[in-house]
C-alpha cells in the first residue's frame, strides 16, 4: 500500500463568465499575440520549458507550439482545439488560422453589433470568399502543373522558407527544397494498380554537421550501434537465388518480443515436474523459431523489440543477421521496404509468404555512429538524413520537411495555388467590400441586418483579413496595397511615402507583380480597424475591384504562364506560394470558429 493518502475532492467551484468578460477576453489577446509573433518568415521563435525542469523546445510551428503549451482558458482551448484539428490533416497554414480566428473575435466582440448578428454576418463574407476563391475568374489562383519541377519546387520553397525557426540562407534553403521534392518524386510508385497511394519518406537527424551535407539514401536507414562494418563482415547474410537467376535476401519480420518475455506467456505461476524450468522451455522453442528460419534461408531478422543472445548467437552461426530493438517506426519503414508481413505470435507456422526480400545489407558511418542500411529494387522507400549545427533547429527541420511533402501530396490531389505573401489577403479583403457594395440590397434583405452593422460588419472583416498579411512582418515595416491588382506591399520601416518604386521596392510581397505594373504611384494603408458604418476611406480603392481580368494588370494563371514559357527557373526563385487546399481549410476553420464563440453567451466550468 502506498502511503500517500488522497485529498477528498473539494466542493466544486462553478465560475460563469461572460464572453466579453476581461479574463476572456485577456485569453483571447495573449493567445492571438501568441501566434501573431510566430507567423511568418520573420517570426520569432518560442522557448517552451517546464516549470519543472526538461527538454527545452524551441519552435515557431503551431504543432508544436500547441502540443507542448498547456491552456486554461475554454475560448482559448477551443480555438487551440480547431487548430489542430486542421494541421492533423493538412500540416500546414495551423498559424494563419488561429490568427485569423483570433483577430476575428477579438475585433467582433467589440463591434457595436449583437454577436448573433456578427456571427450571421461572418458567415455571408466566408460564402462571398469562398465562391471567390472556388471560381475560374479568381485572379490570385492559379492551376500547379505537377509535372514541372520549378513550379514544384517554388512551392516547397514557399513552405520551408515561412518557418522561421530553420534559420537557413537562401543557398540551403535550396538545396533543402530540392531534397523534399526529389524524395517526395521517389516516393510516388512507378505503376499503380486502382487509386494512388502516397507514402511518408523516413528521416535521419545528424547533430554537428552542415545544412549541405544533407542528401537522400535509397532504402532505409537507422542507428544501430552494434552492428559495425567489422561484425558485418563476420556475419555475412546469406542471399538465394530466384528463377530467372537475381539473387535476394529473405527478411523476417517480428513485432513481438524474441526474448522470452512475450505477452503471449502469461505472467501467473506455473506449476512444473521436478529438474523443469520455464526458462528452459521457452527457450527451446525460440531456438526451434530460430531453426524453422535458417531452414526458410533467411538472412535478416528484424524485431521490434529484443532478440535472445542465445538466439542471436545460434543466428549469427548460421549466416542470419539479426537487427533488434528496432522500435515501432522502423519496423514500419522495414515493413514497406522489404514487403514481409509482421509476424506477431510465436506459436504459428511461420510460412514463405510471410517473408520479404532485400537487395543489399550494409553500414554506414555518420558523424561517428553507425547506420544500418537496407536497400530493395521493389519498394519505393527513400530515406532524406538532415544535417544540422543543434539539435532544436535539426528537429524544427525534419518537422518542416515532414510538412513540405505533405503539401507536395496535397497538390497531387488538388493542384491549385495562390498568391503568398500576405496578396491573398489583401486581394480577397478588396474583392469581399467591392462584391458587399454591389450586392448591398440583396444582403439586407437576405441578413435581416441595418445598413450600418452590414458595412461595420464587412469592413471589420476585411481589416482582418488585412492584419493577417501585415503580421507576417514583425520589424516595423509599412504596409499597402496597390489600388489595380490590390496586392501586398511591404515597405522598408524608413519609407517615407507609400510609392513602391520611391522606397525601393521591386515587387509586392509574393513577388509576381512588379512596381512598374502598377498605373497609380503609390499604395493605400492596410490593416486600420474601424467601427465606422461605412467603408474608411481606405477602402474606397477596394471598391474598384474587379472580377474582369483585362481590368486587372497582372493574374497569377498569367504570371506563372508566362514564366512557364519562358523555361527559367529563375522566374520562380523569389514567387512565394501558398498551397490551394491548406489554405482554404484553414480559412473556413477560422471563420467558422470565430461565428460559433461570438454566439457563445457565457462559459461555464468547474475549477476544482
Known amino acids: 500500500m502506498s502511503g500517500v493518502i488522497p485529498s477528498p475532492k473539494q466542493q466544486s467551484t462553478i465560475v460563469n463568465q461572460s464572453l ?63 487548430v489542430q484539428s486542421h494541421t492533423n490533416q493538412f500540416s500546414d497554414g495551423g498559424l494563419f488560422a488561429a490568427v485569423l480566428c483570433s483577430c476575428l473575435i477579438e475585433s467582433c466582440l467589440a463591434l457595436p453589433v449583437p454577436q448573433q448578428a456578427v456571427a450571421k454576418i461572418n458567415e455571408e463574407m466566408l460564402h462571398i ?17 505537377v509535372g514541372d519541377a520549378t513550379m514544384m519546387l517554388a512551392l516547397v520553397r514557399s513552405v520551408l522558407g515561412s518557418k522561421s525557426a530553420l534559420m537557413v540562407n537562401s543557398v540551403d534553403l535550396n538545396i533543402l527544397s530540392r531534397l523534399v521534392l526529389q524524395g517526395f518524386l521517389r516516393s510516388i510508385p512507378d505503376t499503380t494498380v486502382g487509386m494512388l497511394s502516397l507514402t511518408d519518406i ?15 539514401v535509397d532504402g532505409v536507414l537507422f542507428e544501430t550501434p552494434k552492428i559495425t562494418k567489422q561484425y558485418l563482415a563476420k556475419v555475412i547474410p546469406r ?13 523476417a519480420l517480428f513485432n513481438t518480443s524474441l526474448s522470452g518475455d512475450s505477452e503471449e506467456f502469461v505472467d501467473t505461476a506455473y506449476e512444473a515436474d521436478a529438474g523443469v524450468s520455464g526458462d528452459d522451455v521457452l527457450f527451446r522453442h525460440l531456438m526451434q523459431v530460430a531453426t524453422h528460419l535458417v531452414q526458410l534461408q533467411v538472412g535478416v531478422i528484424a524485431c521490434q523489440k529484443v532478440v535472445h543472445p542465445g538466439m542471436q548467437k545460434y543466428l549469427a552461426e548460421n549466416g542470419v543477421l539479426t ?7 522502423h519496423v514500419v519503414a522495414v515493413q514497406r521496404l522489404t514487403g514481409a508481413t509482421a509476424i506477431g505470435t510465436l506459436h504459428a507456422t511461420i510460412k514463405e509468404d510471410y517473408i520479404g526480400h532485400l537487395l543489399s545489407v550494409s553500414t554506414v558511418q555518420i558523424q561517428h555512429k553507425n547506420y544500418l542500411h537496407l536497400q530493395s529494387s521493389t519498394s519505393p522507400v527513400t530515406t532524406l538524413v538532415l544535417c544540422n549545427r543543434n539539435e532544436a533547429a535539426l528537429l524544427e527541420m525534419k518537422d518542416v520537411c515532414r510538412t513540405a511533402h505533405h503539401v507536395l501530396c496535397q497538390a497531387l490531389r488538388t493542384p491549385h495555388v495562390l498568391c503568398g505573401g500576405g496578396c491573398t489577403e489583401t486581394h480577397l479583403a478588396a474583392h469581399l467590400t467591392a462584391q458587399v457594395r454591389m450586392q448591398e440590397e440583396t ?38 496595397s496597390d489600388p489595380v491588382n490590390h496586392h501586398h506591399w511591404l515597405l522598408p520601416p524608413w519609407a517615407s511615402t507609400m510609392d513602391p518604386a520611391e522606397a525601393g521596392v521591386e515587387t509586392c510581397a509574393c513577388g509576381v507583380v512588379k512596381t512598374d505594373k502598377i498605373e497609380l504611384a503609390s499604395c493605400s494603408p492596410i490593416g486600420h480597424l474601424s467601427n465606422q458604418s461605412q467603408p474608411s476611406s481606405s477602402s474606397e480603392g477596394h471598391g474598384k475591384h474587379n472580377d474582369d481580368k483585362s481590368n486587372c494588370s497582372v493574374s497569377l494563371t498569367d504570371y506563372m504562364d508566362q514564366a512557364t514559357q519562358k523555361g527559367v527557373e529563375s522566374s520562380f526563385s523569389n514567387v512565394v506560394l501558398d498551397s ?29
Open 20 to 82: 466579453k468578460d476581461p479574463k476572456n477576453a485577456q485569453g483571447i489577446s495573449a493567445c492571438r499575440a501568441l501566434v501573431q509573433s510566430c507567423y511568418g518568415p520573420t517570426g520569432r521563435l518560442k522557448m517552451i520549458h517546464n516549470a519543472s525542469g526538461g527538454h527545452v523546445t524551441t519552435t515557431s510551428m503551431s504543432q508544436t507550439l500547441f502540443r507542448s503549451t498547456s491552456f486554461s482558458n475554454p475560448v482559448v482551448k477551443l480555438i487551440v482545439s480547431a
Open 129 to 145: 470568399c469562398l465562391g471567390y476563391l472556388q471560381g475560374e475568374n479568381c485572379l490570385c489562383k492559379a492551376s500547379l502543373n
Open 202 to 216: 523516413e528521416y535521419v537527424c545528424v547533430e554537428g554537421c552542415p545544412i549541405n551535407d544533407s542528401r537522400l
Open 239 to 251: 542471399k538465394v537465388h530466384l528463377q530467372g537467376g537475381a539473387e535476394t535476401i529473405k527478411v
Open 323 to 329: 537487427v533488434d530493438r528496432l522500435g515501432s517506426l
Open 443 to 480: 444582403l439586407l434583405s437576405k441578413l435581416g441586418c441595418s445598413k450600418a452593422q452590414l458595412h461595420t460588419t464587412t469592413n471589420n472583416f476585411a481589416r482582418c483579413l488585412e492584419q493577417v498579411a501585415m503580421a507576417l512582418e514583425h520589424d516595423g515595416g509599412c504596409h499597402g
Open 580 to 608: 490551394f487546399p491548406v489554405k482554404l481549410n484553414a480559412f473556413v476553420v477560422a471563420v467558422e470558429t470565430a461565428n460559433m464563440i461570438l454566439t457563445v453567451n457565457r462559459t461555464i466550468f468547474d475549477k476544482n
